[in-house]
């Protein structure tokens, strides 16, 4: 009787302690320490603007999920301010055949040449991954490995600038360390082959805006939070 008792406190202790590690688990993604700052608030589109402005808005901010996502197709969604140096650290969920992307440092009249962005991209499970690949630096760097979860599942993604550095970790993996002063031609990287950007990296601006882009698949953000360096 007392053995069966015993047995008994200890599943619920072991469930308890479950619990305490779980609960945990969810502060330590949703309240990072106080140096750093939500740029989304989980309730509403403030702080951020899309272009053309004059439209119906294209994201959508649901309060009861925490969530920031794309609803039509129009145009990326930017922050108001510009940053230059930070650690970005966010989680985002894929939907299937999903192509989207993070700018970073970037403009918001010109994205494609004027800023960099971080590919987000459904290529869980590809043996095989280039620079248009989840986690790459676009047309740039490819991700040292294959680290995204599958289409509906989220991921978390820390980028990190710091001058002519640009680091990713995805998924607790650290997948991109890339110098930027080593892009010293433009269309080209340093190993030679061929990018699209028609100024080299190191001569594009070390600030700029942060954006979320709209390439035609829904894509959903969360805990969205930012600290300056």
């Known amino acids: 009787m007392w053995h069966q008792t015993d047995t008994t406190m200890k599943r619920i202790f072991l469930l308890l302690v479950a619990v305490a590690l779980t609960l945990s688990t969810f502060a330590t993604q949703d309240s990072p320490s106080n140096e750093f700052t939500a740029l989304f608030d989980g309730k509403s589109l403030k702080g951020w603007f899309f272009i053309p402005s004059h439209v119906s808005p294209i994201w959508k901010a649901d309060s009861e999920k925490g969530t920031l996502g794309r609803v039509a197709q129009n145009g990326a969604i930017w922050t108001d301010q510009s940053y230059g140096d930070f650690v970005l650290q966010l989680e985002f969920k894929l939907s299937r055949n999903c192509n989207s992307g993070i700018f970073i440092r970037s403009d918001p009249q010109n994205p494609v040449q004027g800023g960099f962005e971080i590919q987000l991209f459904d290529s869980h499970g590809k043996a095989t991954i280039g620079s248009h690949d989840c986690g790459a630096l676009y047309d740039a760097v490819v991700p040292s490995v294959n680290a995204v979860k599958p289409a509906g599942d989220w991921n978390q993604i820390q980028i990190r600038c710091k001058g002519p550095h640009i680091e990713v970790t995805l998924n607790n993996q650290k997948i ?54």
């Open 176 to 229: 991109v360390s890339a110098n930027l002063d080593r892009w010293t031609t433009p269309e080209q990287n340093p190993d030679g082959s061929k990018n699209k950007f028609k100024t080299a990296l190191k001569d594009l601006p070390r600030t700029g805006h942060i954006g979320f882009q709209d390439h035609g698949h829904n894509v959903w953000f969360r805990n969205v939070y930012l600290k300056e360096l």
